[in-house]
């Protein structure tokens, strides 16, 4: 009777335990959606534009702001330049660095880029300017440049301001730099160009246009009562420098920083005091650094 009941209590004892919850089975309704992995947002660069202005012979303080910046680590990624600026511009968005434009400096007068001519539209054709523009740049056109780079003119036809961002560099730069009445206005597919400065002394708005996040203005134009005037040509840069005046405090309110070198006391065509504008130009970035960190510490892309 046990041999009978035994294995008869095992099949029941077997039976029940299929019967029995799982401990480990759980209710899919009651299950929570899997949260997503938090993960730390990359770190995107702002992109840094130099916005250089026009100012002939003072130019040459560009040269002081690029060589401090690139002392301190802050490289532009764009380069836009009006008149002088695109003269310093297109070489820095070039490849050359502020060291090495310095190193030029030595070799670059009024005689090394005038051409004179007896035209009527002006005393000075500009090509002497644009070949050496080209020279050093190997002949790249602008959309070739290792940065990307703009010159800013003034169609004389329409008074419009136009951006050159493709082409023969050195002719966009000679556009950018041909003030009335000094150079020969440039030609260029049927229209005829002349100094940007007219239309945008310090270029923020194109650098904007660029895709810009962060532009760093640098403005030589001195205040007319500050400037000194000796001869024909001091006054025809002085009076391009008047026409843009307001323009240029409007667009420099969209500037982030806004650079203002000491050139006052140096004439527009007053090319031995160039390496005191390059000391300027050194001075006057070294004092904005800690505005320029600010802002690319605060931007959020």
Request: charged share 20%; hydrophobic share 45%.
């Amino acid at each position: 009777m046990r041999r009978f009941l035994l294995p008869v209590f095992l099949l029941a004892l077997l039976s029940a335990c299929t019967t029995l919850p799982d401990a480990t089975a759980v209710d899919p309704t009651k299950i929570k959606p899997a949260e997503p992995v938090k993960t730390a947002k990359p770190y995107v660069k702002p992109k840094i534009a130099l916005a250089l202005g026009g100012g002939a012979a003072k130019g040459f303080a560009h040269i002081g702001v690029i060589r401090t910046l690139e002392a301190n680590g802050i490289v532009p990624d764009i380069v836009v330049g009006t008149s002088a600026g695109s003269v310093v511009g297109a070489l820095y968005a070039g490849g050359l660095s502020g060291n090495e434009m310095l190193s030029m400096v030595g070799q670059v007068n009024s005689d090394s880029i005038a051409d004179f001519t007896f035209s009527t539209k002006g005393f000075i054709k500009g090509e002497e300017l644009q070949s050496f523009v080209n020279r050093l740049l190997h002949n790249r056109p602008i959309e070739k440049l290792p940065k990307p780079f703009a010159a800013v003119a003034t169609d004389l036809r329409t008074g419009r301001m136009v951006t050159f961002r493709q082409g023969n560099t050195g002719q966009a730069v000679r556009a950018s730099s041909s003030v009335p009445g000094v150079f020969e206005p440039v030609i260029i597919s049927g229209a005829e160009y002349v100094d940007g400065g007219l239309t945008s002394p310090v270029p923020v708005r194109a650098a904007k246009a660029m895709g810009a996040d962060i532009v760093i203005a640098i403005d030589i134009s001195a205040k007319p009562s500050n400037t000194k005037v000796n001869g024909m040509l001091d006054i025809l840069l002085q009076t391009v420098n008047i026409m843009g005046q307001s323009i240029s405090n409007y667009e420099m309110n969209d500037a982030d920083v806004v650079i203002r070198p000491a050139v006052g006391r140096i004439g527009g065509a007053d090319f031995d005091s160039k390496y005191e504008a390059v000391s300027a130009g050194e001075k006057a970035a070294v004092a904005a650094l800690p505005y320029i960190r600010q802002k690319i510490g605060n931007w959020k892309g």
